[in-house]
């Protein structure tokens, strides 16, 4: 008895190996499909689009999980009931949501902060970092985004199944995605579960059915793998959800939680106190939706002795903490289109996400450096210009291998180019005294 359902399994996945290779012609041509999609999503599609990897691929699972839900519920309760009638219903309501959450999401975007905004009072700007690609300062709580090219208001992260950043335009929208996400993945499972429970041993039959009833079988395989991805989409996005109401209860970011672990590790004579937690979870809670649904993205509500610019000017110090520590390398091994894949398998794994800004770099380019993973080193690349560091343009910046630079050699700060410069001059300047000292005793 214990070894039916390894054999059943067994014959399920021969049966579907011989679906595909009986029709060759159609998986070839939705694998050509595939990708014509993923190419045009990737090179040519707009931003802020649906026309993108993310969100087709986001559709692509909910419909197929659909499908499967809804073959599984006539199965378990048949449509032409009362009861089967209510479930469908109650199932369909749930995947609608979904929809209709992913498409706002996709078409609000996080919110853009106007190119080349200032605050009103001109006085303000000196607590507020600027914006060279926008070309005006960040709002409190905003951050630029390379992947949407323009300043978000509270930005979260860019989420490539949205195709944009999660901010405080969509926020609400993708909060009621990922809660409805695990919801209706989780009730998926439930009725592919028991079509498979309660048909199990029609399904033993799998390897009669793939001979002899293809549409009986090709209705166990949806099923079985609307399962899995049911099982795995629940977890994966149950996950992120979780992360999200985190974040949510604490009137805090993802970025802004990486600010806080840094202020509270920075040498400081007192405690840092986070502005834009109110003080409950409730309160927290409706700020977040409140602002969601009818905020600017520039003004917030803050903590009591706290004020519009107590988050901006630590990140200003910050800032200044991060460049007296940066080190300028130059590149001695150049790195992959593939991203660092040239530097073994172990090196890439040890990486960010492929999407998460990796940059490729070649030999003899200069790359400032501030931040250092295990096997990754984060910075920008550019050039030495008179006595500063200026990033190229379009800036590049990003995740690429350690293994890319020669480690061996001591790496130069931005003070010591400076210093350097400084001394040249002194040196230049010293040198000219002496020619025209020396020309004047010819005379």
């Not at 607590?127 to 300062?137: D, N, R, V």
């Not at 959800?241 to 920075?266: D, V």
């Not at 917030?300 to 460049?323: G, P, S, Y």
Request: hydrophobic share 40%; net charge positive; proline share 4%.
């Amino acid at each position: 008895m214990s070894t039916l359902y390894p054999v059943a399994l067994a014959r399920i996945v021969r049966g579907l190996t011989l679906l595909m290779v009986n029709n060759l012609q159609m998986v070839g041509l939705i694998t050509l499909l595939l990708v014509l999609i993923i190419w045009y999503t990737s090179c040519c599609a707009k931003r802020q689009t649906l026309f993108h990897y993310g969100p087709m691929i986001a559709l692509g699972l909910t419909g197929t999980i659909t499908v499967a839900g809804i073959t599984a519920a006539n199965r378990l309760l048949p449509f032409h009931t009362i009861a089967g009638q209510i479930n469908l219903l109650v199932f369909l309501t749930i995947v609608a949501g979904i929809v209709f959450c992913l498409f706002s999401a996709v078409h609000l975007g996080g919110g853009r902060i106007p190119k080349g905004w200032r605050p009103a009072n001109p006085a303000d700007e000196k607590f507020l970092q600027y914006c060279k690609i926008c070309e005006g300062f960040k709002a409190p709580r905003s951050h630029h985004c390379q992947s949407c090219g323009y300043c978000v208001a509270k930005m979260d992260h860019h989420c490539p199944w949205v195709n944009s950043c999660v901010g405080n335009r969509n926020h609400v929208a993708f909060l009621g995605f990922v809660a409805l996400v695990p919801l209706g993945c989780s009730y998926a499972t439930v009725l592919c579960f028991n079509y498979a429970y309660y048909n199990a041993k029609w399904i033993r039959r799998a390897y009669y059915l793939s001979k002899h009833q293809a549409g009986a079988f090709n209705e166990v395989i949806l099923v079985f793998v609307g399962f899995v991805l049911a099982i795995a989409v629940t977890i994966a996005v149950g996950i992120l959800l979780y992360f999200q109401l985190r974040g949510i209860l604490q009137n805090t970011t993802q970025i802004e939680e990486w600010i806080i672990e840094k202020a509270e590790n920075r040498d400081r004579k007192e405690k840092f106190v986070f502005p834009y937690h109110l003080g409950s979870m409730t309160k927290n809670f409706n700020e977040v939706i409140n602002r969601g649904l009818r905020g600017d993205g520039i003004e917030w509500t803050v903590a009591e002795n706290c004020n519009q610019f107590t988050l901006t000017i630590e990140q200003l110090k910050q800032k200044q903490a991060k460049r007296a520590a940066s080190r300028l390398f130059q590149i001695k091994t150049k790195s992959d289109p593939v991203r660092g894949l040239s530097f073994g398998w172990w090196v890439w794994f040890q990486g960010p996400w492929p999407g998460s800004n990796r940059i490729s770099v070649k030999e003899g380019d200069n790359v400032l450096v501030w931040s250092k993973s295990k096997s990754w080193y984060y910075g920008e690349k550019g050039e030495v210009v008179g006595n500063k560091f200026e990033g190229v343009k379009p800036r590049e910046r990003g995740w690429f291998p350690v293994d890319c630079v020669d480690t061996s050699t001591e790496p130069v700060t931005e003070d010591e180019i400076q210093q350097n410069t400084e001394t040249e001059k002194k040196e230049l300047k010293k040198e000219t005294g002496v020619r025209q000292r020396i020309k004047e005793t010819t005379k």
